[in-house]
Nanobody, 124 residues
Framework: QVQLVESGGGLVQTGGSLRLSCAAS????????MGWFRQAPGKEREFVAA????????YYADSVKGRFTISRDNAKNTVYLQMNSLKPEDTAVYYC?????????????????WGQGTQVTVSS
């Protein structure tokens, strides 16, 4: 079982940047796809980005494409989400998750283990 711990959230002004980290421990992290999701107050959790086990393939929600970058360092058992040009609508709790299968899902129910989340607040 992989355990996940997110960090790097905080308060930032519109147009600013943050880098989220998700540190994994336990099962062979480098074998699995990873995803980032977010949930704003009163809204359902939504897909943000995902990355294949090798890092060769990445996927993004349309709302963040061109602004966010997902990456991973398998030697450090960590996946990152670099967020640039942040907007107030990016305000949410951000979660990382691991998928034990061979796909790179964009739906939350296909992920097996979740972190506790980290709050990102973008002020206008």
């Amino acid at each position: 079982q992989v355990q996940l711990v997110e960090s790097g959230g905080g308060l930032v002004q519109t147009g600013g940047s943050l880098r989220l980290s998700c540190a994994a421990s336990g099962r062979a992290f480098s074998m699995y796809a990873m995803g980032w999701f977010r949930q704003a107050p009163g809204k359902e959790r939504e897909f943000v980005a995902a990355i294949s086990w090798s890092g060769a393939n990445t996927y993004y929600a349309d709302s963040v494409k061109g602004r966010f970058t997902i990456s991973r360092d398998n030697a450090k058992n960590t996946v990152y989400l670099q967020m640039n040009s942040l907007k107030p609508e990016d305000t949410a709790v951000y979660y990382c998750a691991v998928n034990y299968g061979r796909t790179v899902p964009k739906t939350d129910y296909e992920y097996d283990v979740w972190g506790q989340g980290t709050q990102v607040t973008v002020s206008s």
